[in-house]
Nanobody
Framework: QVQLVESGGGLVQPGGSLRLSCAPS????????MGWYRQAPGKQRELVAR???????DYADSVKARFTISRDNAENTMYLQMNSLRPEDTAVYYC?????????WGQGTQVTVSS
């Protein structure tokens, strides 16, 4: 069973930055893709950003030019750098990893953007 350990959430003021980390229990190169999803209260879980094994990235329109997904092969960790945060970015953020038809999820980390 793949485990994904997230860290880096917290409380930040509007306009601030946070970096989320996701460390899988096996090599990141075992996954077809990894990504970040978020779920705000009363809303469906939505894709924020993802990166495939070849390094191609995709972003939700709402976070383009503000968020950057990346991975560090040496650290075997995926990151989400979040800049210019807005109150509407407040949500629980989940790390996701996909191997063929199987999806694995982290436990989630809370991001709250508020003054």
């Amino acid at each position: 069973q793949v485990q994904l350990v997230e860290s880096g959430g917290g409380l930040v003021q509007p306009g601030g930055s946070l970096r989320l980390s996701c460390a899988p229990s096996e090599s990141i190169f075992n996954f077809n893709a990894m990504g970040w999803y978020r779920q705000a209260p009363g809303k469906q879980r939505e894709l924020v950003a993802r990166i495939n094994v070849g390094g191609r990235t995709d972003y939700a329109d709402s976070v383009k030019a503000r968020f950057t997904i990346s991975r560090d092969n040496a650290e075997n960790t995926m990151y989400l750098q979040m800049n210019s945060l807005r109150p509407e970015d407040t949500a629980v953020y989940y790390c996701n990893a996909n191997i063929l038809s199987q999806n694995f999820w982290g436990q989630g980390t809370q991001v709250t953007v508020s003054s």
